[in-house]
C-alpha cells in the first residue's frame, strides 16, 4: 500500500508561514534541494496538492530549467516535477496541463482506493489540503526540514487539538543547521 507523506520546512516553533504568508526564513540550501530530489525520485509516485499549493508550483517549476540562473539541483527538480502525476484537490481549478488531473473534494474512500494501486508514494503538499487529509486519518508520514528560526506568529502545521501518535523514522543535520526529521504513525 503507497503512503500519504507530507514534506515541508518548519521553523522551531511550528509554523510553516510566517506573518502575512512570509516563507522567506526557509533555508532551502543546493544540499537540501538535493535531499528533495534524491527523495522525491525515490519515493514519490503522485503528487496531491490543494489549488494554492499547485497553483505556486505550476507558475515556476515547469519551465524553471529554462531561466539562466537556476542552480543545477534546481534545474533537475524542474525535470521530476514535470514527470510526476498531480492531483489538484479544489472545486474551481481546471488546468489539467503539466500532467495534472482535478479532484473535486477529499473523498476519503477514494483516497484510500489511491493508496491500494501501485506506484510510488503519495507526496501531499498544502497545509490546508493536509488538515483535510488528517480529518480522515489519512496522512502516514511527516517529512520535516526544520529550521533555526523562531517565528512566534503566523500559521502553524498542525491545528489546535489534533493528537497523532509519531514515531521517529529519520533524522540528518544540513550545514546549514536545519535538520530533517522524519515521523511515521505509530501502529
Avoid: C
Amino acid at each position: 500500500m503507497r503512503k500519504i507523506i507530507v514534506q515541508l520546512s518548519v521553523s522551531l516553533d511550528g509554523y510553516f508561514e510566517g506573518p502575512e504568508r512570509d516563507i522567506s526564513w526557509g533555508m532551502i540550501t543546493d544540499e537540501i534541494h538535493r535531499d528533495v530530489n534524491d527523495f522525491v525520485r525515490r519515493e514519490i509516485g503522485t503528487f496531491l496538492h490543494g489549488r494554492v499549493m499547485h497553483e505556486l508550483m505550476v507558475n515556476y517549476w515547469p519551465t524553471a530549467d529554462q531561466e539562466p540562473d537556476i542552480t543545477e539541483p534546481e534545474r533537475d527538480f524542474a525535470g521530476i516535477y514535470r514527470e510526476i502525476p498531480k492531483i489538484v484537490y479544489s472545486s474551481t481549478y481546471d488546468d489539467t496541463a503539466w500532467n495534472t488531473s482535478i479532484v473535486r473534494e477529499v473523498d476519503p474512500d477514494a483516497v484510500r482506493a489511491l493508496k491500494d494501486q501501485p506506484g510510488g508514494d503519495l507526496g501531499l503538499g498544502g497545509v490546508d489540503l493536509m488538515q483535510s487529509f488528517l480529518e480522515y486519518d489519512l496522512v502516514d508520514e511527516w517529512r520535516f526540514y526544520v529550521t533555526p528560526v523562531v517565528l512566534g506568529a503566523g500559521r502553524r502545521v498542525f491545528p489546535d487539538g489534533v493528537s497523532i501518535p509519531l514515531r521517529l523514522t529519520e533524522t540528518r543535520a544540513f550545514d546549514n543547521g536545519v535538520l530533517l526529521t522524519r515521523y511515521a504513525r505509530r501502529a
